[in-house]
């Protein structure tokens, strides 16, 4: 019987200096992989490593030893203590190994619930191992199936939805003020950093212009140079009211920056066009007044806290959601799973069949030789259709039954009739050794 | 025999328009791709029956079938149903079914539970001049309803953002860019209509009656409302009104328009007045 196991940590079960120090060696993967390739209890393997988790997912019929060799080659790679990575581990085994691997994919097992990145480094690491020959039928299948799950989830459910960055909350919210941001001016006042980040979303939603106005006029040219925007002076921010968009303030002042008055001010010459302020100041630089005019809204940095913090309860709402699909999936799976049993018989069978096909038609050559091309193909595919049809029924009956615990004595009472066991070196009889997960490219 | 296929389509439209309404509204709450789709397969069907409905009330009577409360209900539904199909085409906006169609749904409710007309048709109404200006007036209506709707969701969405609380509607609902755009194609459009409207039934009334003007309480409300929406077109195009505040006078506009179609004909009469209305007191 073979088994799915995994052997891994996260941010939650290890703290970062243990999870560091399976980094730490710059060829960690290149050890695992020879590991995986050399270990001879281990069929299949795949190693994932990011900064918040380790993950080694093996296929092997003796799982216990097994996960007592991948914590020894931790404790290796990483210089520590079998017991710390004991203590720090965890170790999943089949059903919770497949619901394991679906929830990382799906990043319900993420810090930040829903974050994107994950599913792209699993799939890099899915790759790596896949180039290098270390999977084979089952974790390919399994992969394929996790990939499929992540999509899933992140398009059923909201988990992925809203912004939980506070940059990132600022863009969708200009989205909703303005629809798409192509043709809108964005007006930095002050050089801080979080702004700058903002920015940087913003223009990567293709806006037409930054500009920049910082009281070190110098710091300004410096920051729209990298905007490829333009720097203008600390006194025409009033001037530039008029014609921005999006206004994101960060100086460091102890007053307002913006009052009231001068946006109000702004507004006839604006024609109403909406005014979508981002004060990320502390203290803040917009006096907060200005929210209270018509077509105008400020959002400072607690507001935007406020939305992130009601987005990532969102997204806790909706991985519930996502765990029913997970529930579904590993049923899905396990099912598979119990379908492989009977994959080598079936294959043997028509191995034999071929074989016979193949025998016979050379026997027969000397009366085939006489028959013209076209009628010699004419009988060949006669007698591979009239073996096709033969086979069919019993394959189909092996492969309904395939989830009943039952399928043995089938498998026993097939292998015996159609006498697959003693012939000439078949691969694959479906003997009780026989271990479906190694025969490469069945699926 | 006709009237019987007739029945057969009205009531086959209000049922499948209702159902369309609860599609809209579930894709607002699951915003399901499939359920929208259903939506506005249940609201085409709708409309084919209603049309059909429609089109032989005509061709039975001889007369627009606008001449008692219910028929005229009912198209200012099949109006306000149909410009919402137009405007989903355009701007590929779903959202805006659970808030347009519900109205056009209930303005059929409402007309199903009026007693159907049986009393012969006046030779007035025998009219091309009848079937012209009931259709620009009623397909005016049918926008200025649309405009109506996105004018709520402005106002909604407009709220949310002001008093930064973004909830579950919030994103559920268009961006409020979005939202005035079409509120405002929806009032260019409407507006010519409910213009042409006005104009072709004053020269109807000149003529029927050899006046084109004759203070029908109908008319001075269409007025109003004619100078109304004119003044928020006006505003905006002239003042750069956008936003909140010409979302709101919408909103007071359709109330004014929907006082001048449904409260005239009840509190106040005059010639404008449906049959069914008139009947009992028999004239």
Partial sequence: MIHI??????????????????????????????????????????????????????????PEPVQRQALALFAELGGRSEEEFLRSTYCLKDEEAIRHVF???????????????????????????????????????????????????????????????????????????????EDKRVFLVGAGEM???????????????????????????????????????????????????????????????????????????????????????????????????????????????????????????????????????????????ETLS???????????????????????NGVLERLSSPDREAVVSLVRSVAEKLLNDPILFLKNRAERSTIHRYLDMTQNLFNLNRDQGLRGAGGPGENPGLSHGQE | MAFTSQAVFYYAALALELLATAGYLAYLVRQEKRTSAWARGLLLAGLVCHSLYLGIGWYVSGAAPVRDLKSALSFFSWCVLFSYLLFEQRFRLRVLGAFVAPFG????????????????VKPLYKSLWLVFHVGTVFMGDGLLAVAFGAAIMYLIQERAIKKKRLGPLHSRLPSLASLDTIHYQALVYGFPFLTLGMLSGSLYAQSAFGRFWQWDPKEVFSLITWLSYAVLLHERLAAGWRGRRSAILSIVCFAILIFSFLGVSFFMGGYHSFESLEAPQGS
């Fill in chain 2, 105 to 120: 749904a209930f303005l059929m409710l409402v007309s199903s539970a009026m007693p159907w007309l049986l009393v012969p």
């Fill in chain 1, 103 to 181: 929830a990382v994919a799906s990043s319900l097992d993420s810090m930040v619930l829903g974050e994107p990145q994950i599913l792209g480094q699993i799939k890099t690491a899915y790759a790596h191992a896949a180039r290098s020959g270390l999977t084979g039928t089952i974790l390919n299948r399994l992969m394929h199936r996790a990939f499929h799950v992540a999509k899933r989830v992140r398009t059923e459910t909201g988990i992925c939805g809203a912004a939980v960055s506070i940059s990132y909350a600022a863009v969708e919210l200009a989205k909703k003020i303005f629809y798409t941001l």
């Fill in chain 1, 195 to 337: 702004a700058e980040l903002a920015a940087r979303h913003l223009q990567s939603q293709g806006i037409r212009e930054i500009c920049v106005a910082n009281r070190t006029f110098k710091r300004a040219v410096e920051l729209a140079e990298t905007f490829r925007g333009r720097a203008v002076a600390f006194e025409e921010i009033v001037e530039e009211l008029a014609s921005a968009d999006i206004v994101i303030t960060s100086t460091a002042s102890v007053g307002y920056i913006i009052t009231c008055e001068q946006v109000r001010r702004s507004l006839k010459r604006r024609r109403n066009r909406p005014l979508f302020l981002i004060d990320i100041a502390v203290p803040r630089d917009v006096e907060p007044s200005v929210h209270s005019l018509g077509n105008v809204y400020l959002y400072d940095i607690d507001d935007l806290r406020g939305v992130t913090e009601m987005n990532l309860n969102q997204r806790r709402q909706e991985a519930i959601k996502a765990e029913r699909i997970l529930d579904q999936e590993v049923i899905t799976f396990r099912r598979w799973l």
């Fill in chain 1, 342 to 364: 009977v994959v080598p018989t079936i294959v043997s069978l028509r191995e034999k069949a071929d074989l016979l096909i193949k025998a016979e038609l050379k026997r027969s």
């Fill in chain 1, 5 to 62: 196991l995994d052997v891994g940590m996260n941010h939650e079960s290890a703290e970062v200096s243990l999870r560091e120090s399976l980094c730490m060696h710059p060829d960690t993967g290149g050890r695992v992989s020879t590991w995986i390739r050399e270990e001879e209890k281990v069929k299949e393997g795949m190693f994932v490593s990011t900064c918040n988790r380790v993950e080694l997912f093996l296929t092997t019929e003796e």
